[in-house]
């Protein structure tokens, strides 16, 4: 588990720094060492999608385990309630990322054969970056929180349940 987390971490560093440099690229409208915009556009976006995914399977994963441990223990359901809450709070604002960066992608096509003006990618360019922010910070908590159910199901008391007296596992 550790290591994915790790990777996924990785990912998300490496994918909002080829968005960023995308971006850049895009507003300087200047080939990065002779590559266009669109090509790395595309890898940009093929690695973004791969993290994301990545992510989204972890989450998954980690409920069906749980869901597994908690029926082969018979440990309270208020573990596999918490991973159900933990992925509504993830998974919605994730998707709608998903779905801007695959907007942003498609209008730079529009942009490039002059069907829209480019102000209009650069602008949903900006929408898109200051939510992938807001989405790491939301994912950050989702992998604490994650490691806080699995820990506080082992029987290991969550570091991050010790310093709120008041977070419960529900």
């Known amino acids: 588990m550790w290591l ?3 990777i996924c971490y990785l990912g998300i560093v490496v994918s909002f720094l080829c968005m960023l440099t995308t971006g850049i690229q895009g507003y300087l409208s200047a080939p990065l060492f002779g590559v266009k ?7 940009s976006i093929i690695i973004y999608l791969f993290t994301q995914t990545l992510i989204m ?16 223990h018979n440990l309270s359901l208020d573990f596999r309630k918490a991973m159900i809450a933990l992925k509504h709070k993830i998974f ?5 990322n998903i779905g801007l960066f695959m907007a942003l992608f498609i209008m730079g096509g529009a942009v490039d054969t002059k069907v829209i003006p480019a102000w209009s990618h650069g602008v949903l360019f900006i929408i898109a970056m200051l939510h992938l922010i807001k989405l790491t910070v939301i994912q950050h908590g989702g992998f604490r929180k994650n490691t ?6 082992s029987g290991i008391p969550s570091p991050l349940n010790q310093s709120n007296p008041d977070n419960t596992s529900s």
């Open 148 to 153: 806080a159910i699995i820990l506080d199901m």
């Open 92 to 96: 919605p604002p994730q998707m709608l």
């Open 57 to 72: 399977f972890f989450f998954i994963g980690c409920g069906i385990s749980i869901k597994e441990y908690t029926e082969e």
């Open 37 to 43: 915009h669109s090509s790395i556009a595309l890898f």
């Open 4 to 6: 994915f987390m790790y």
